[in-house]
């Protein structure tokens, strides 16, 4: 082991206990710093979400009182605005934990555009909005648990205080939905569907009140009390009773005022508690950092005295290490002027010294004898390149001269020269490619020139299609619009035999139908007359009766006769009657034979009546199935000269179209033909550039062809 290893082993071993001490101690004191800064950035955070949450709050009660009064408040805008104002603000005071967008209520936010669209729309429900607002509150509410859980561990004081800002939070939380929920109900008249919930809420707000006068030191709970017999309070707590009583009186507005000023007195009061809380961290941060001020200063201090106490050790040795490296570094520089004044010693460094004045002698030999190998290899590299110089410019001078004559033969349009073999060797590759290049530019001019005489001798050609075309296109257009003039006639004249046929089906419709009532006036005739007939035929049979009572009436009155006869005298009184009832009878039976054949004629004729009316029946029936057959005839020849209307309304219609397209056609085919005589022109230009250039024959390619062309017109 040399004599600097052991020197700086005996400084090392207590440097690096001396610095673990300090290092831990000091990562201590850190970490500590750390957590207080931590916790003070989480409080003003905290109260950044704060005054977010009490934002929030009034936004969701304007929102609730829009949908319920079914108008958004005019106070709505101006809310939002410093809603997103306050996010701004937050977002800015997490902007250390990653922003908003990284804590719960940043992400809860990002429903609240969603949200106030449903309610400038009036169409959602007050529940459902109440309820999405209150989520968004309360997730900003539920991290604060957390951040009161730091605080306690950081200082006891610093957690109750932080544990009394957020009750203090919950209550206004409280209040705030309280606002919300009479003001809506209120302006819908809903309060006794309200009331249930109002309780719940005031019990909810009791509780949270309970939190903050439990953790609340004496100055806060003095501060609490005055806040509760302030007017702002008793007002609103009379009026949360006349509620739960039926809400005799109230107004919507009046409730949200009085609820408003209450929860600004809060908000007052949360804002001293979230200064509190502030100071008590600010304080705690500062102790934080006094301590590792004065941790760092004594650590800094002995470090300072073991290194002086080293380097007092360590000078007498390390100072000749310190000149030897020196003289080393010079000499691995290129400077061997070096004094090396320890060569003399006998330790390490002495032999060190030794060494190193034998490697700067070896440096010193070795640079001299490079120095004459340079030399050498100088004068014969210089004579090399004066000579390949000289070469080198003979054959550009001659490369030169000919690759410019080349390039001047070919501005001139000259297409016939080609490089000859007296280039160098180096430069035929070069003479060949040029050649071959002229080759191909030749030929490809040649084509293009005989390309542009043929696409001139086509564009000619073209225009005069062109011309017989636009001409017969509006030959054609003439005609088509002459036979749609024709065929609109045609479609009239069959539309109006359409109407005809239709109204002459109408009369059918209306014969038939009196065809019908005739033929059951028929029918009701024929029954007429079998009753006639029946009637008929009980009269004769009657008649036969009084015939057959004249006949016994007349044998009586013989009878009678004979036996006035029989008595003489006696009886001649009778016989005078006998006598009259007989002539009576004869009487009565002569008219009954008369009226038995005159209702035997009148029975004939009724059966020929009933036999002829039965015929006309059966004519009519005929005549009715006849006229039928006649309405569907005239039905299927108006539907016919429908169909037939339709379509030549149709045709008329394509032949109008195919009109139209013809126009449109004669109107491209003259477009056709005005760039048919452009591209003419344009092909006349070509030829023209093409003409500068000379072939292989000796004369510009242009005039040759222009000879072929005229000779094959």
Do not use: C
């Not at 001139?412 to 060949?432: I, K, N, S, V």
């Amino acid at each position: 082991m040399t004599i600097s290893q052991r020197i700086h082993l005996i400084l090392l071993i207590p440097i690096l206990a001396l610095l673990l001490t300090a290092g831990v101690i000091v990562e201590q004191s850190w970490a500590s710093l750390h957590a207080s800064v931590r916790v003070m950035a989480e409080i003003d955070g905290a109260t950044a979400a704060g005054r977010l949450i009490h934002e929030l709050q009034a936004e969701r009660g304007l929102s609730n009182l829009s949908l319920k009064a079914g108008v958004l408040s005019p106070a709505l805008a101006e809310q939002r605005r410093k809603v997103d104002a306050a996010a701004v603000a937050y977002d800015e005071a997490e902007r250390r934990f990653g922003g908003a967008a990284a804590t719960p209520l940043g992400r809860a936010l990002k429903a609240l555009p969603e949200l106030r669209q449903q309610v400038d729309g009036l169409n959602a429900q007050p529940a459902g909005v109440l309820t999405a607002y209150s989520a968004i509150i309360g997730s900003g509410l539920d991290a604060l648990h957390e951040i009161g859980g730091d605080a306690a561990r950081e200082n006891a004081e610093l957690g109750r205080t932080f544990r009394a800002y957020s009750a203090l939070l919950l209550a206004k939380e409280m209040a705030g939905q309280e606002r919300a929920l009479g003001a809506g109900a209120l302006a819908a008249g809903e309060v006794e569907g309200a009331k249930a919930r109002l309780s719940f809420l005031q019990g909810e707000e009791a509780g949270a009140v309970r939190a903050i006068q439990i953790n609340a030191d004496e100055a806060l709970n003095t501060r609490w009390s005055g806040f509760e017999n302030s007017p702002a309070n008793r007002a609103f707590v009379d009026m949360r009773a006349a509620f739960l009583q039926g809400g005799e009186g109230l107004s919507g507005e009046a409730w949200f005022d009085a609820a408003s000023a209450r929860i600004e007195a809060l908000h007052d009061l949360e804002n001293l508690v979230a200064r509190m809380a502030h100071d008590e961290a600010a304080a705690a941060v500062a102790g934080h950092r006094v301590m590792l001020a004065a941790i760092a200063a004594g650590v800094l201090a002995i470090l300072a005295g073991a290194i002086i106490m080293g380097l007092r050790v360590s000078r007498s040795i390390i100072r000749p290490l310190d000149s030897l490296t020196r003289d080393t570094g010079r000499l691995t520089e290129g400077d061997t002027d070096l004094a090396l004044a320890h060569a003399g010693r006998r330790d390490e460094i002495g032999a060190m010294t030794k060494a190193l004045a034998h490697f700067r002698d070896v440096i010193v030999a070795k640079r001299q004898a490079d120095a004459e190998l340079a030399a050498a290899e100088e004068a014969a590299e210089r004579a090399r390149k004066e000579a390949e110089a000289r070469a080198l410019a003979s054959e550009r001078t001659l490369v030169v001269d000919s690759i410019g004559e080349a390039m001047r033969r070919l501005a001139a349009g000259d297409l016939t020269f080609r490089l000859t073999g007296d280039l160098p060797e180096a430069y035929a590759q070069l003479a060949a490619d040029f050649n071959g290049a002229m080759d191909q530019v030749g030929a490809m001019m040649a084509a293009i020139s005989e390309l542009a005489h043929t696409l001139r001798a086509s564009s000619d050609e073209l225009s005069r299609a062109s011309d017989d075309l636009s001409r017969r296109t509006e030959t054609q257009a003439a005609s088509l619009e002459e036979s749609a003039a024709a065929l609109e006639e045609t479609a009239q004249s069959v539309r109006k035999t359409a109407q005809g046929v239709h109204a002459a089906r109408e009369v059918i419709g209306q014969a038939s139908g009196a065809s019908h009532a005739t033929r059951q006036v028929v029918a009701d005739a024929v029954e007429a007359m079998a009753r006639i007939e029946g009637s008929a035929g009980r009269i004769s049979t009657i008649i036969g009766v009084i015939d057959e009572i004249a006949f016994q009436t007349n044998l009586l009155a013989l009878n009678a006769g004979v036996e006035a006869a029989r008595a003489g005298e006696a009886g001649r009184g009778f016989a005078v009657v006998a006598s009259e009832v007989r002539a009576l009878a004869q009487r009565s039976a002569g008219a009954a034979r008369e009226i038995k054949g005159l209702i035997a004629a009148s029975s004939a004729s009724v059966g020929e009546g009933a036999r002829l009316v039965s015929q006309t029946g059966a004519a009519l029936t005929a005549l009715i199935g006849q006229v039928a057959e006649i309405n569907q005839l005239a039905g299927e020849i108006a539907a016919s000269a429908k169909a037939q209307a339709e379509g030549l309304a149709e045709v008329n219609t394509a032949v109008n179209q195919m009109d139209q397209t013809t126009q449109q056609n004669a109107a491209m085919v003259q477009q056709t033909t005005a760039a048919n005589q452009a591209l003419s022109q344009e092909a006349e230009r070509l030829a023209e550039l093409v003409s500068r250039f000379r072939l292989g024959d000796g004369a510009p390619y242009g005039d040759a062809q222009d000879e072929r062309t005229v000779w094959a017109a």
